[in-house]
């Protein structure tokens, strides 16, 4: 029997019928696991020791009354739990890399899901240029010039943050859009980060398909279709869920990536392709579990502890 401590946002604000990390505590409970729930600001490492602020939950599939926490209690991430479920939503900012600095410091005698250095150096917009062929053309800058000459080149584009998250800041420029320097200026004022600047895709109109893979195997995907006239098909932002298939190209591009995921201890990801095009690979707390088992009966979540279980049993 595992111990499972959960990092992740107030669970009192988690909508139950469609979020991921509900469905993965579920399971653990159901398993008959004992589960911790923790917020990373409560972290606190002591002469190599490191330990949270925690409260043992029991969960309900009861919209309103949907948890109900136990005595809060000081754990030793290492000697109390056996897995730790890093879920917190980004922003990726140093808060959040810090809190990887510090699993680190446990993982992997205390299983990490997914292993923290690992998340740490494959923010979710960059990971997808370590294989060419399978992304829409990229840029990755800073420099005002070199993100015109890209917009020059390419004509319509998407611009994104590079460590933004559920859509924010995403903006489409078409070939005679005059806005982007005041874009990059704007961004500058707040952020020293890069920008991600990309080829439009006009398949995107059609979906944005989110293909959740197992270590490393694609269990199966969902697609999210845009509002009209929008070029954001998150789900937080109005995005709308369909079933959807996965293809031969989606297949190959699983292929291509899957061992990589793997390796480097990314058991829970969820990538992004649009028009047979790999877009994001995310790693930090994906999403689309939910949707995926109404839809296909798969159960991403099950999938999940299953190969967590065969992680801690070779260790």
């Known amino acids: 029997m595992l111990k499972v401590a959960i990092q992740m946002d107030p669970i009192e604000a988690v909508n139950i019928e469609s979020d991921t990390t509900f469905l993965q505590a579920m399971e653990a409970q159901n398993r008959g696991y004992p589960v911790w729930i923790y917020d990373f600001r409560t972290l606190a490492l002591e002469d190599g020791r490191l330990s949270c602020r925690a409260r043992p939950v029991t969960l309900r599939p009861t ?65 997808v240029t370590r294989f060419p062929g399978l992304t829409p053309p990229t840029l990755v800058s800073s420099d005002p010039v070199a993100l015109a000459d890209f917009h020059r080149r390419h004509c319509e584009v998407v611009l994104k943050p590079l460590h933004g998250a559920a859509g924010s800041g995403v903006v489409r420029l078409k070939a005679d859009d005059p806005n982007l320097d005041a874009l990059v ?27 959740i893979l197992i270590d490393g195997e694609p269990v199966g995907a969902i697609n999210r279709i845009p509002a009209k006239d929008q070029v954001r098909s998150n789900l937080r932002v109005g995005g709308t869920a369909a079933p959807v298939e996965l293809t031969d190209r989606d297949r190959e591009i699983c292929a291509a990536i899957g061992p990589t995921l793997k390796a480097r ?27 995926l088992k109404r839809f296909t009966g798969v159960d991403a979540a099950a999938l999940m502890w299953d190969a967590i279980e065969r992680r801690r049993a070779v260790a």
């Open 185 to 211: 200026e704007i961004h500058a004022m707040g952020s020293r980060d890069p920008l991600v600047i990309q080829k439009f895709i006009p398949a995107v109109s059609k979906g944005d398909k989110r293909i």
């Open 265 to 291: 201890g990314l058991v829970f990801v969820g990538i992004d392709v649009i028009g047979g095009w790999l877009t994001e690979i995310n790693v930090t707390s994906p999403t689309g579990a939910q949707q």
């Open 63 to 127: 919209v309103g009354d949907h948890f109900t926490y136990g005595e809060e209690v000081r754990l030793d991430l290492s000697r109390d739990v056996d897995v730790i479920l890093m879920r917190q939503d980004p922003p990726f900012d140093m808060a959040y890399v810090t809190a990887t600095y510090l699993l680190e410091t446990v993982h992997p005698k205390t299983l990490v899901v997914n292993d923290p250095a690992e998340v740490r150096s494959a923010p979710e917009k960059l990971l």
